[in-house]
T-cell receptor, first 110, second 115 residues
Framework: KNEVEQSPQNLTAQEGEFITINCSYSVGISALHWLQQHPGGGIVSLFMLSSGKKKHGRLIATINIQEKHSSLHITASHPRDSAVYIC????????????FGTGTRLQVFP | GAGVSQSPSNKVTEKGKDVELRCDPISGHTALYWYRQSLGQGLEFLIY????????KSGLPSDRFSAERTGGSVSTLTIQRTQQEDSAVYLC?????????????FGPGTRLTVT
């Protein structure tokens, strides 16, 4: 079993919909990252968080340390949000290396 | 400002040849990371440098893989005697300091194809 699991694997939405992507992890962590990988392959860091909630524009990331769970929300989704979203955990047992989820492929249609 | 750059962007090589992949991190970033993304697979950690030192080399897949960083800046990932399973996109990232406190900035990657 992977230490970091994401769901769903694939997600389609209509423009304007509220999107939620989930990430569960099985180890203690120092931090959790959310990344966006564009269709061309480029990767952008969206959030790094270790507690609570962060917001940037239409994106919101939350984490529940006790439940070992994080969510990425996209409000008022837009076709340009179409990408693969990846969560990655920095485990407490080795704070040098990120462990990646397998990603959620999101397609937003106009 | 300049981001993380990688070269070459694409590399096609014959099985058994050696290849060198280069990463130029953002100026002033002390931490540098190498990752691999095989076709249809997730990202995989390879190695992390803090300055010129690599505290964790556990992600390197075999002894054919090595990496170095000089002057706290440029890093080179070398794959000797390439195999077809080495075909992947190799990504470099950097951050101002270590991975516990900073987000990482990713380069565009080098797509390696071993024929």
């Amino acid at each position: 079993k992977n230490e970091v699991e994401q769901s769903p694997q694939n997600l389609t939405a209509q423009e304007g919909e509220f999107i939620t992507i989930n990430c569960s992890y099985s180890v203690g962590i120092s931090a959790l990252h959310w990344l966006q990988q564009h269709p061309g392959g480029g990767i952008v860091s969206l959030f790094m968080l270790s507690s609570g909630k962060k917001k940037h524009g239409r994106l919101i990331a939350t984490i529940n340390i006790q439940e070992k769970h994080s969510s990425l929300h996209i409000t008022a989704s837009h076709p340009r949000d179409s990408a693969v979203y990846i969560c990655a955990a920095l485990p407490s047992y080795n704070t040098d290396k990120l462990i990646f989820g397998t990603g959620t492929r999101l397609q937003v249609f106009p | 400002g300049a981001g993380v750059s990688q070269s070459p962007s694409n590399k096609v090589t014959e099985k058994g040849k050696d290849v060198e992949l280069r990463c130029d991190p953002i100026s002033g970033h002390t931490a540098l990371y190498w990752y691999r993304q095989s076709l249809g697979q997730g990202l995989e950690f390879l190695i992390y440098f803090q300055g010129n030192s690599a505290p964790d080399k556990s992600g390197l897949p075999s002894d054919r893989f090595s990496a170095e960083r000089t002057g706290g800046s440029v890093s080179t990932l070398t794959i000797q005697r390439t195999q077809q399973e080495d075909s992947a996109v190799y990504l470099c990232a950097s951050s101002p300091q270590g991975p516990q406190t900073y987000e990482q900035y990713f380069g565009p990657g080098t797509r390696l194809t071993v024929t």
